[in-house]
C-alpha cells in the first residue's frame, strides 16, 4: 500500500512536471526579425473543416501576393494558423494564445459564426483589431469597437438581393405561397429576418414556417407537406447537408415551386459538384463573387482555375482573402501596427476590397451588401441588383429533368 | 512517508495557486484553467463512472446546464460580473436536482443500457435547451465581462477553477477511502452480491451520481463566463462527453488519481499536438496515442504503473 | 392529419432505419460475441461510402455493385487490424473499456486518413437513379431509399443466414454463449473472433454505402452516424441480429411519425426522449432472450 502510493505521488509529480515543461516550451521562434506574424485559429478538422480549410487557402494567396510585392510595411508576413477542431473553446484559448504568447502582430478572423460571436470579446478585450465575418447582426450590437465585417457573412442580408428582384417582378407572377423551413442554429435564425420583412411587402403568405435541428435525416415529410399546402416557393435555410437532403427529397417527390431559396449550402463548390443539375436554379445571395468588376477578382479566379480547377472562386476562399484585403490596408493607411490607430483609421477611412469599397459604422459594419444569385447550368449567376445581373434568372424554375 | 504525501500535495497545490504571480501571459492561465476543468469534469465522472461502474455518456449535459443556467441566471438576476461567478454555485445545484430526477430512473438500468439511456438524455437536454428561448435558445447568450484589466480577470478564473479542482479532488480522495467509496465500488464489481450485503445501493448510486453532476454544473458555470458567448453546440457536444468518459478510463477509472493523469495528459497532449503539427497529422498522432497506450496499457496508466511499482 | 402525409413519411422512415439497423449489426455482433465497444464502426461504414463514391466517380461502377468491390476489401483489412490491435487487447482485465479507448483512438485516425484522401468537401453519392421514385398511387419510393433499404434487408438475412446456417456461423454462436465448452469442442476463439470482427466490418461498409444513399457525407459524419448505431442496437438488444433489424423499424417508425405529426423542431428530441423512456422500461432491449 505504502509503495503504491510511493508510485502514485511519483506519477503525479512527473505528470505535473511534464505539464510544465509543455507549457514553458517558447512557441517556436518567431515573431522575431522583420517578419509580420498574423495568427489565429481556423476548423481545420472536425465539422468545419471545409469552410476553414478553404478561407486558409484564400489568406494564403493574399501573403504570397503581398510578400513577392515587398511585405507590409516592408515587412514580410507570416501565418501562425492554429487548428481549433472546430471547438468554440479552443478558438477562444488559440486567440488568446495568439495574441499574448506568440505576440502576433495582427489577428485573423475565425470561422463559423458561433466561434467568431466568442472571439469578438476576446479582440475587444486585449484590444486587437479582428476582421471577420462576424456572427451575424446580433454579434454586432454588443457594442465591440476593434471588430469588423469586412465583408460580414449577414444572414440579415442574405436574401436582400433576391427580394429585390422578386419585387420587379409583376405582382401576378409573383409565388403566393411559401414555405420556410430553418436550420435551429444562428445562421439559420437570422435569415429569416429578411424573409419575415419581405413577404409582408410582397404579400407573399407564409403557410408554413418550421424550424428543425441537425441531423436533418430525412426530409420527406418536409417536401410532402410544402406541396399539399402547394407553396409556390420553398425556402431552405440551411446548410449544405440538410439542404442536399431537402433538394433530393423535392425532386424525388417531384415538388417543383416556382422557385427554391436555399441559405448557405448552395455557396459551397461541392453543391455544383456534387449535386449537378439537380442543384440548378436554386436562388441565394453572397456578398462576394468572381464576377462582379471590382478590382483583384480576375485575379482570384484565374488562381482557382489553375489550382483547383474552379470556375469562380469559393466565397470563403473570397473571404479569406477580403478580410486580408481589409487589415492590410488598415495597416498600411494607418503606418503602424499599434492596433488601436489601425481601428481608429478603420472606422474613418475607406477601403477597396474585391467585395467593393467599404466604409465602416459604429457597429464595424459597412452599408448592407448582397447580390442575389441563381444557379444557371452549374454557374453562379448574378442576378440582382439589376446594374451587376450576369444573366437574366430562370424564373420560373422548369421542371425537374428526370 | 505518509506524512510526507500530503504535505506534498498542499506544496504543489501552492504552487499551483502562486503560478499568476510569476506573471506568465493569459494564454497560460487560460490553458490551466482548461486543464482543470478536464480534470474537475473526469474526477465527477469518476465518481459514478469510476468508482460505481456505471459509464455516463451524457455527462456534457450537466456541463452545459450549468454553463446555460448561469449565463441565465446572471442575465435574469442582472447580475454584475464578479457576483455571476458566485451564481455558477447555484447552477451546479440545478445540475445536480436534474441529476436526481433523472437518475433515479435511469440508474436502475445497467451496463451498456445505463450508457445510452445517459446519452440520450444529453441530446434531450441539448435539445431543449435549442429548442426553447426561456433555457437559452439556439441563438446563445452572451455574458457581460469584468471592466478590469484581462490579466486580472483571467487571474481570478484561475484561481476560482483551482479551487474548484481542488474541492473536487478532496471529495474524490475522500471517496476512495470512505465507506462511502467502498459500496460504490462493491456495486461495481457485483451489484447483486452488494445488495446481499445490505449495501443502500440505490441511495448509494443516486448519491454519487447528484455529487459527479454537481461540479461539472460549477465547472460549466465557470466556463460559460471564461468563453463570454455560449452556445448549445459548444458545451452539450457529444464530444465533450466521450472525452470526459475517455480521460477517466485512460488514466485509469476507479482511482482518484487516473482522472487526474488522463486528463492532463490528454488535454496537454491535444494543445501541444495543434502547436507543432499540421491540423490532420496532428490529430492522427493523437488518435495514434490511444491505440499505443491501450495495447501497452490496456488495463489504464494508473494500473501499468501499479504493477510494475509492485513488481521493483 | 391526412393519410398520404403519415404513410409516406412512415415509408421513408422505415427505409431510414432499416439502413441504420445494417450498419448496427455488426457493432452489435463485435459487442455482443467479443465484448469489444468498435468506436470506429461507423468510421469503416464511412471508408465504404468513400470507395463506392470514388468508384462512381471515376469508373462509373453503381454502388451497389461497387459494395461487391469494397466489402470483400474491408473484410481483409479487417482481419490483419484484429490480429495487429484488437487481439493484443483482448487480454485487458475489462475489454469493453480498453476496446473502445483503443477504437475511439483508430476512428480519430481514419476520419483524419479520409480528410487527406478525400479532403474536407462533403460528398453525395449519385448514381443515376439517385433522385428518381417509384410511384405507387400517391405514394413515393425514392429509389435511392429503396435500394438502401434492398441493401440492408439483404445484408441483415445474410448475417442471419450466416449464423443460423454455416458451421462457422454456429460456432460464432457457441462461442460467444459458451466460451469455455466452445473450446473444449476445438472451436478455435482467437479464429472465430477475428472472422466476427471481419464481418462485422464489412456489414459496417455495406451500411454505409446504403447510409450514404440517403444523405451527404464528410470525414466528420461517421459521428453522427454512431450515435444511430448505437440506438439501434441498444434498443434491438446486443448481439441480436433479428432485435437490430427489429429497432431500425421501431426507430423508422418513431422518426416517421414525428415527422408526420409533431412541429418538425421537436423531431429529435421526441425521438431521443422516447428511447430514453423506453429504454427505461425495457432496459435489455426488445428481445431480452440471449442469442440471435
Known amino acids: 500500500m505504502k509503495e503504491n502510493r510511493i ?133 454586432f450590437l454588443q457594442g465591440y469597437t476593434y471588430s469588423f465585417g469586412a465583408p460580414p457573412l449577414m444572414g440579415e442580408w442574405w436574401y436582400e438581393g433576391f427580394f429585390q428582384w422578386l419585387a420587379t417582378v409583376p405582382a401576378e407572377k409573383r409565388p403566393q405561397k411559401a414555405a420556410v423551413y430553418t436550420i435551429n442554429n444562428p445562421v439559420g435564425l437570422s435569415l429569416i429576418d429578411s424573409i419575415d420583412r419581405w413577404t409582408k411587402k410582397l404579400n407573399i403568405k407564409i403557410v408554413i414556417n418550421e424550424k428543425y435541428n441537425a441531423p436533418l435525416a430525412d426530409a420527406t415529410a418536409l417536401i410532402v407537406k410544402a406541396k399539399q399546402s402547394q407553396c409556390d416557393i420553398l425556402f431552405a435555410n440551411g446548410f449544405f447537408p440538410d439542404g442536399v437532403t431537402m433538394m433530393k427529397a423535392a425532386k424525388a417527390l417531384d415538388y417543383n415551386p416556382k422557385a427554391i431559396v436555399q441559405g448557405i449550402g448552395s455557396v459551397v463548390p461541392a453543391w455544383v459538384k456534387e449535386l449537378g443539375k439537380d442543384g440548378d436554379y436554386v436562388f441565394s445571395g453572397t456578398v462576394l463573387s468572381g464576377q462582379l468588376k471590382y478590382p483583384g ?106 | 512517508m505518509n506524512k510526507a504525501y500530503p504535505v506534498a500535495l498542499a506544496i504543489l497545490v501552492i504552487l499551483l495557486a502562486a503560478f499568476p504571480c510569476i506573471g506568465p501571459e493569459v494564454y497560460y492561465l487560460s490553458f490551466m484553467f482548461s486543464v482543470f476543468m478536464y480534470v474537475i469534469l473526469a474526477s465527477s465522472w469518476n465518481f459514478i463512472g469510476g468508482y460505481g461502474g456505471y459509464l455516463s ?256 | 392529419m391526412d393519410a398520404v402525409l403519415i404513410i409516406q413519411s412512415l415509408i421513408s422512415g422505415i427505409m431510414m432505419g432499416m ?55 474491408l473484410f481483409i483489412t479487417a482481419c490483419g487490424l484484429y490480429q495487429l490491435l484488437i487481439r493484443p487487447i483482448t487480454r485487458a482485465q475489462n475489454i469493453v473499456m480498453a476496446s473502445m479507448i483503443l477504437t475511439f483512438g483508430l476512428a480519430i485516425i481514419l476520419e483524419n486518413i479520409m480528410a487527406l484522401i478525400w479532403k474536407a468537401d462533403p460528398r453525395v453519392l449519385t448514381p443515376t437513379y439517385s433522385s428518381g421514385a417509384l410511384i405507387a398511387g400517391p405514394f413515393y419510393f425514392q429509389y435511392p431509399h429503396l435500394v438502401g433499404f434492398g441493401l440492408s434487408v439483404l445484408g441483415i438475412t445474410a448475417i442471419y443466414l450466416f449464423l443460423k446456417k454455416t458451421y462457422t456461423g454456429m460456432a460464432v454462436r457457441a462461442a460467444w454463449q459458451q466460451p469455455e465448452a466452445a473450446q473444449l469442442y476445438g472451436v478455435n476463439l482467437y479464429r472465430i473472433s477475428m472472422i466476427t470482427f471481419a464481418l462485422a466490418v464489412s456489414t459496417a461498409g455495406a451500411g454505409g454505402i446504403s447510409l450514404a444513399l440517403l444523405n451527404s457525407f464528410e470525414p466528420h459524419s461517421h459521428n453522427l ?37 409533431l412541429p418538425f423542431q421537436w423531431v429529435n428530441l421526441v425521438t431521443f426522449g422516447l428511447l430514453m423512456i423506453f429504454l427505461i422500461f425495457r432496459p435489455h432491449g426488445l428481445i431480452k432472450q440471449e442469442g440471435m
Open chain 3, 19 to 73: 439502413v441504420y439497423a445494417l450498419l448496427g449489426v455488426g457493432f452489435s455482433l463485435t459487442w455482443g460475441v467479443m465484448h469489444v465497444i468498435h468506436i470506429s464502426h461507423a468510421a469503416f461504414g464511412l471508408i465504404g461510402a468513400y470507395l463506392s463514391y470514388s468508384l462512381l466517380q471515376y469508373c462509373g461502377v453503381d454502388p451497389v455493385v461497387s459494395a461487391a468491390v469494397s466489402v470483400p476489401l
Open chain 2, 57 to 312: 455518456f451524457g455527462h456534457a449535459a450537466f456541463f452545459g446546464i450549468g454553463a446555460f443556467a448561469t449565463a441565465k441566471l446572471a442575465t435574469m438576476l442582472q447580475l454584475p460580473p464578479m457576483l455571476t461567478m458566485l451564481a455558477s454555485i447555484p447552477a451546479g445545484g440545478i445540475a445536480a436536482l436534474v441529476a436526481l430526477i433523472v437518475g433515479y430512473p435511469c440508474l436502475k438500468i445497467r451496463g451498456p443500457y445505463f450508457s445510452v439511456v445517459t446519452l440520450c438524455f444529453a441530446f434531450v437536454v441539448d435539445l431543449a435547451v435549442k429548442n426553447i428561448e426561456f433555457l437559452g435558445g439556439a441563438e446563445g447568450l452572451w455574458l457581460k465581462f469584468m471592466d478590469i484589466p484581462e490579466k486580472t480577470s483571467r487571474t481570478i478564473m484561475y484561481e476560482v477553477m483551482l479551487l474548484l479542482m481542488v474541492v473536487t479532488l478532496a471529495v474524490s480522495w475522500f471517496l476512495g477511502r470512505s465507506r462511502f467509496g467502498t459500496g460504490l465500488t462493491a456495486i461495481r464489481s457485483d451489484e447483486e452480491v452488494a445488495e446481499t450485503m445490505a449495501i443502500p445501493t440505490a441511495k448509494l448510486k443516486i448519491q454519487a451520481f447528484v455529487l459527479s453532476a454537481f461540479f461539472p454544473g460549477v465547472a460549466g458555470g465557470l466556463f460559460a463566463y471564461y468563453l463570454g458567448y455560449i452556445h448549445a453546440d459548444a458545451v452539450f457536444s457529444i464530444n465533450i462527453s466521450i472525452l470526459i468518459v475517455l480521460m477517466a478510463m485512460f488514466g485509469g477509472g476507479g482511482t482518484w488519481l487516473g482522472p487526474i493523469i488522463g486528463a492532463v495528459i490528454l488535454t496537454v497532449v491535444n494543445e501541444g499536438l495543434s502547436t507543432f503539427a499540421q491540423a490532420e497529422i496532428a490529430r492522427i498522432i493523437y488518435g495514434a496515442l490511444f491505440i499505443v497506450v491501450t495495447i501497452f496499457m490496456p488495463n489504464g496508466i494508473m494500473d501499468f504503473f501499479r504493477k510494475k511499482g509492485g513488481k521493483t
Open chain 3, 225 to 261: 452516424w454512431l450515435i444511430y448505431l448505437f440506438l439501434v442496437v441498444i434498443v434491438g438488444g446486443v448481439g441480436n441480429v433479428i432485435g437490430t433489424a427489429l429497432a431500425g423499424l421501431i426507430i423508422g417508425v418513431i422518426t416517421g411519425l414525428s415527422m408526420a405529426f
Open chain 1, 7 to 139: 508510485k502514485d505521488f511519483s506519477m503525479f509529480l512527473i505528470t505535473a512536471v511534464l505539464c510544465g515543461l509543455m507549457l514553458m516550451t517558447p512557441a517556436a521562434g518567431f515573431g522575431a526579425g522583420k517578419t509580420i506574424v498574423i495568427g489565429g485559429s481556423l476548423p481545420l478538422t472536425g465539422a468545419y473543416a471545409e469552410t476553414g480549410q478553404w478561407i486558409e487557402k484564400g489568406m494564403r494567396f493574399w501573403a504570397d501576393e503581398i510578400n513577392t510585392k515587398g511585405g507590409l510595411l516592408g515587412r514580410p508576413v507570416e501565418f501562425k494558423i492554429y487548428d481549433d477542431q472546430s471547438d468554440v473553446g479552443k478558438a477562444v484559448t488559440f486567440a488568446e494564445k495568439v495574441i499574448t504568447v506568440d505576440k502576433a502582430d495582427l489577428l485573423f478572423g475565425g470561422y463559423p459564426g458561433t466561434a467568431a460571436r466568442a472571439v469578438m470579446p476576446v479582440a475587444e478585450k486585449h484590444k486587437y483589431v479582428y476582421v471577420s465575418m462576424g456572427g451575424h447582426m446580433k454579434s
Open chain 1, 297 to 402: 477578382n480576375d485575379k482570384l479566379n484565374a488562381y482557382v482555375k489553375k489550382t483547383y480547377n474552379l470556375n469562380e472562386y469559393p466565397l470563403y476562399f473570397g473571404f479569406g482573402y477580403a478580410w486580408m484585403q481589409t487589415l492590410e490596408q488598415a495597416v498600411t493607411g494607418a503606418k503602424t501596427l499599434e492596433q488601436t490607430k489601425i481601428r481608429d483609421w478603420l472606422k474613418k477611412n475607406e477601403v477597396n476590397t474585391i467585395a467593393g469599397s467599404l466604409t465602416f459604422d459604429e457597429r464595424g459594419l459597412p452599408a448592407p451588401i448582397n447580390f442575389g444569385t441563381q444557379l444557371i447550368n452549374g454557374k453562379v449567376e448574378l442576378i440582382s441588383p439589376k446594374n451587376i445581373q450576369t444573366r437574366e434568372p430562370v424564373y420560373p424554375k422548369p421542371a425537374w429533368e428526370k
